[in-house]
């Protein structure tokens, strides 16, 4: 099941939200409302206060002061999200339609394997925002 079209439509849409997936923490996670970002020197990680999707409790818990490097944050699946004339829409789309633009993100990283093997673990804090 790992990579399926459910899972990466998952994946999309966390990112889409503003939602980045930790390689190393192997976790959705985003920045907390409020609080400010202080990027590196270098601008290879910054740090501050963020939202975690636990699974063990199936919740997002706040963290303060996490440092995140930019290469632990894995890409986007970059799915396109605009309708193709004549086709059905996509549930990406009708979803990002409803919810407006999509939010902006630093993330940058590496392939997109881990993002779609997790898509589901996260899809759970989409219904509680």
Known sequence: MPQDEAQLIAADELCARGWWWHKKFRCWFIHAPNNPVVKSPANRSERGTYLFFDTSIWDVVQKSDVEV????????????????????????????KAVGAAAGGGAAGGGGAGIANAATAGAGAILRQ
Not at 81 to 90: A, D
């Open 69 to 96: 490097f930019f290469e632990d944050v894995e890409r986007p699946p970059g799915l396109p999200r605009n309708n193709i004339p004549g086709s059905q829409p996509t549930l990406a789309a009708a979803a990002a």
